[in-house]
């Protein structure tokens, strides 16, 4: 099936698009996600925001996992396959039409390298200047003034870093052993992160990733240098701060919304793991 330029620079979830030009369009796509086997006339760039997304296509109908750390380039016209994983994802896709790298390769310089090494699909790590623009793209709290206009610069920003990491980074052509592990940590953080107000007891992950309690605890730290409750409390205490500095709700809604009982029991959580109560975080901000 092919899914043309045209289709994907106009998705029916308008929701979805965080930029689009007659030659490049970026969208961003959470929650349940599952693409069977299709092709585009424009090459992709398909880069996790949160969890992982399993990519099969032409030359590896196996499938390789993509996470925060690595991103995939696929060329046009192959034949690929994308699913997200268990944990719940979001993901940035790019797809970006040939006259656009033509214009490219005339006022940045030549794209010769980066023809070369996405002659087939890729597997790339990605850099932390990557995940810094990502993540600019897909914030939205920009403000009214220019919104477009600044959504369109990183979205073209980012195209340029993608360039840029698959010609100067590690090209990833085959995946390690370790791949199932790394994509069900990834998947696991996301579905903490996603369930951070609630309790998510080990016997529950277990049950849902289908893996035993012993093997997902010790997985996860080996991973992580974590424990899952380690991960699940510092993920409250970070949406717990961003609330904090972010609304001028009080101290008790947010530990509400977060998963403490009460104010309290936030504050006691934040001195011993941070040093600092609710009303310094506050107050150091308003500073």
């Known amino acids: 099936m092919l899914r043309s330029f045209e289709q994907v620079s106009h998705p029916k979830d308008v929701n979805n698009l ?113 995940r810094a623009l990502q993540e600019l793209v897909i914030r939205k709290d920009n403000g009214p003034y220019g919104a477009a206009a600044i959504r369109d610069a990183f979205a073209s920003a980012l195209v340029l870093q993608c360039i840029s990491d698959v010609v100067t980074g590690n090209i990833l052509p085959n995946a390690s052993h370790q791949d199932h592990g790394l994509a069900l940590v990834e998947d696991i953080k996301s579905y903490l992160t996603e369930h951070a107000d609630q309790e998510v007891p080990l016997d529950m992950l277990g049950e849902h990733f289908n893996i035993s309690r012993r093997h997902i605890t010790r997985l996860f730290r080996e991973r992580t240098g974590l424990s899952i409750g380690e991960f699940q409390l510092q993920g409250k205490l970070n949406r717990a701060r961003a609330l904090l500095t972010e609304t001028n709700l009080p101290v008790g809604e947010i530990a509400y919304r977060v998963g403490f009982e009460s104010g309290a029991a936030l504050a006691r959580a934040m001195r011993r793991q941070i040093g600092h109560s609710p009303s310094d975080v506050r107050q150091g901000m308003a500073h």
Not at 33 to 53: A, E, K, N, Q
Not at 65 to 77: G, K, T
């Open 18 to 130: 965080i930029s689009a030009t007659r030659e490049s369009a970026t969208l961003s796509v959470g929650g349940d996600y599952s693409m069977p086997w299709h092709w585009h006339d424009c090459l992709m760039f398909i880069l996790p925001s949160r969890g992982t997304v399993e990519l099969k296509h032409e030359d590896r109908r196996d499938g390789a996992w993509l996470s925060q750390e690595r991103f995939a380039v696929v060329p046009a016209d192959c034949a690929h396959e994308t699913r997200g994983g268990l944990g719940g994802q979001s993901h940035v896709a790019i797809y970006v039409t040939d006259e656009n790298l033509r214009k490219l390769d005339l006022e940045v310089g030549s794209l010769s390298e980066f023809r070369q090494r996405t002659r087939k699909t890729a597997l790339i790590e990605r850099s932390a200047t990557l």
